[in-house]
């Protein structure tokens, strides 16, 4: 069920949190297009690891859709809910701000908050709008693929993926708000339908396209370019197109990268991919990207105490809240995570073939079913 190279997919999830980590406590003014880009990478790696699990468990022989539903949706608790409600739970007592909004961020709108209002307020927790798409897509994406005819579902990912990329084109007509077009669900739904879309050929013995394998390079340069220009004045000729191009020029690197990692890169930049604090950090990317705004806001208030400036985006602020963020999402998976994901093996997707008893065995000559539970080492 897991392709046992995805180690490197953990690199890849240290590389993404590492680059949302340098946007909210390194970048000037508080957040950079590079968060952006950890988290659209974050999409990606969600796509292609759910839908080629989900893909996985319906190939099995002794599938059937209804508990292979229910479990992914009883995994997906156990791994998310938890610390989540945690947070929740903290920022409700921390912040009397947060608790107008609070209904919408623990049923996971958080997402349509933001662009309602047109602001981050509250800004605590307005990293969760990412994990509000996430959940949307947890919710429906599983019934397309477990019970769409097998052979429609790459033409139904390539639609999503189109679909989205149109979105991008409404926004002039419709006049969305700044924060409406980037965090309702469709202006999402590219990245995850790309790395949807890489499991889905995978499932049929193809790759990523051999353009995108060679000419990502290409793509990245003219995003760089781009992000580089001047975006001109609000409401401007280039700034629609400019917003559209950066958020849809890294989809090809990304998923070319993706189809590398998950295929195992060899050499340097292998080892270099599986480097223990690299994948240790990709372990623990969850609890970091939930935690970090709460360390932040405490590392900023506790500055009299702190021999360096915190109170301000630089080095300093990036070395102390981005280790207080490293140790308590470390204490978070070893003594709270990790024990309740262990509770994710009385759900298996395909449930374990019984074995015949011995006399059965000696009498037709059985030989030893196979256990078809999936492992966990994708971590999806």
């Not at 957040?31 to 099995?60: E, K, Q």
């Not at 429609?152 to 007509?173: D, K, M, N, W």
Request: glycine share 8%.
């Amino acid at each position: 069920m897991a392709n046992a190279r995805d180690i490197q997919l953990d690199a890849l999830r240290a590389i993404a949190v590492t680059l949302v980590l340098y946007s909210h406590f390194f970048a000037p003014g508080g957040s950079s297009f590079v968060g952006h880009l950890g988290v659209r990478l974050f999409f990606v790696l969600s796509g292609f690891l759910i839908t080629r699990l989900l893909l996985d468990a319906r190939d099995a022989g002794a599938f059937a859709a209804g508990p292979a539903l229910r479990s992914f949706y009883a995994r997906r608790m156990i791994r998310i809910f938890p610390p989540y409600v945690a947070v929740l739970g903290l920022v409700w007592f921390a912040s009397e701000q947060s608790r107008a909004s609070f209904a919408w961020h623990a049923l996971y709108l958080s997402n349509f908050w933001y662009a309602r209002q047109n602001d981050w307020t509250p800004w605590l927790l307005c990293h969760f709008w990412s994990l509000s798409i996430e959940e949307q897509f947890y919710l429906v994406w599983p019934l397309i693929v477990l019970l769409a005819p097998r052979r429609h579902i790459e033409a139904i990912t390539i639609g999503v993926i189109a679909f989205s990329l149109a979105y991008r084109f409404c926004g002039p007509i419709a006049a969305s708000p700044a924060l409406a077009r980037d965090l309702l669900p469709p202006a999402s739904m590219d990245a995850l339908g790309c790395g949807a879309l890489l499991a889905v050929r995978r499932a049929r013995g193809a790759d990523a396209p051999q353009w995108m394998r060679l000419g990502w390079p290409v793509l990245a340069a003219v995003f760089l370019l781009v992000v580089w220009s001047d975006p001109g004045l609000a409401n401007s000729a280039w700034e629609w197109p400019r917003w559209a191009l950066v958020q849809v020029l890294p989809l090809a690197p990304m998923l070319a990268i993706v189809a590398a990692c998950s295929n195992g890169l060899r050499g340097t930049l292998g080892r270099l991919a599986e480097l223990p604090p690299l994948l240790w950090l990709g372990r623990i990317s969850y609890g970091v990207y939930l935690y970090h705004s709460i360390l932040l806001a405490l590392t900023v208030r506790g500055q009299s105490w702190i021999p360096v400036n915190v109170s301000e985006q630089g080095p300093g602020r990036f070395l102390v809240a981005g280790t207080a963020t490293l140790v308590v999402a470390s204490l978070s998976w070893m003594f709270f995570e990790k024990p309740l994901n262990g509770l994710k093996r009385y759900f298996p997707y395909v449930a374990p073939v019984r074995r015949r008893g011995a006399s059965e065995e000696r009498g037709f000559g059985a030989v030893p079913a196979l256990d078809l539970r999936p492992t966990d080492q994708s971590r999806p």
